[in-house]
């Protein structure tokens, strides 16, 4: 669906530039966005290097497996289908804490272990779990103690305060998070009233 919308978005442009008759417009706005993305990647560089080295050090120093260990009641609590000693709790904590610690390129292969885990505990491997959805609810929604990535991009941009949003961004993830936890309790709720009736109703195979 994605590709549809940036297809759709570079149609668009070449059509209403046509019709101006400024085609040459587009080219120009090419070859700047191409020179604008290069230019945000070269600053973002040795920004992303030294708070990915800052986050590796509080990995190294045990905070993300202590994180994961207070995490451990609240997995259990979102992942009731799954049990208490599968690999996948394992992943799904040390993925939520890289996450809350902005450690991206830690949380996306614990992610993937943690989907081929639930993977194993799904009865139709067509449809995505209901412990899947909640996983990726979560990723979607995670709450965020340091923003790396943006606190980066406002250092590379010249930001008199880059860190000013991490107070915004703990309390937005959080909403996000809650949100995302909420709607997903709903429609696990939801879901089960509507199926519940149906492989119990006898008339069904009539």
């Not at 417009?25 to 708070?51: E, N, P, R, Y």
């Not at 902005?102 to 209901?130: D, H």
């Not at 979560?138 to 991009?153: C, D, Q, V």
């Not at 941009?157 to 937005?172: H, K, Q, R």
Request: aromatic content about 8%; glycine content about 8%.
């Amino acid at each position: 669906m994605v590709n549809f919308i940036w297809l759709f978005f570079i149609v668009a442009g070449f059509v209403v530039a046509a019709a101006q008759g400024n085609i040459e417009l587009v080219t120009q706005a090419t070859f700047d966005g191409a020179k604008s993305g290069v230019t945000v990647c070269f600053g973002l560089i040795s920004i992303m290097v030294f708070w990915l080295g800052m986050m590796r050090i509080a990995e190294d120093a045990g905070l993300l497996q202590l994180l994961s260990s207070w995490l451990s009641p609240v997995v259990r609590f979102l992942f009731p289908s799954v049990p208490r000693n599968h690999p996948a709790l394992g992943y799904i904590t040390s993925n939520m804490g890289a996450n809350i610690l902005g450690l991206g390129n830690a949380a996306t292969p614990m992610g993937i272990k943690a989907m081929q885990e639930l993977q194993t505990l799904n009865p139709n491997k067509e449809i995505a779990s209901p412990a899947m959805c909640t996983l990726l609810a979560l990723n979607t929604a995670s709450i965020t103690l340091i923003p790396t990535t943006l606190i980066a991009i406002r250092m590379n941009f010249d930001s008199i305060n880059p860190t000013e949003i991490v107070g915004t961004t703990l309390l937005a993830t959080c909403v996000s998070t809650i949100a995302a936890i909420a709607v997903d309790k709903w429609y696990r709720r939801h879901h089960t009233i509507n199926i519940r009736p149906a492989k119990h109703n006898p008339k069904g195979k009539g």
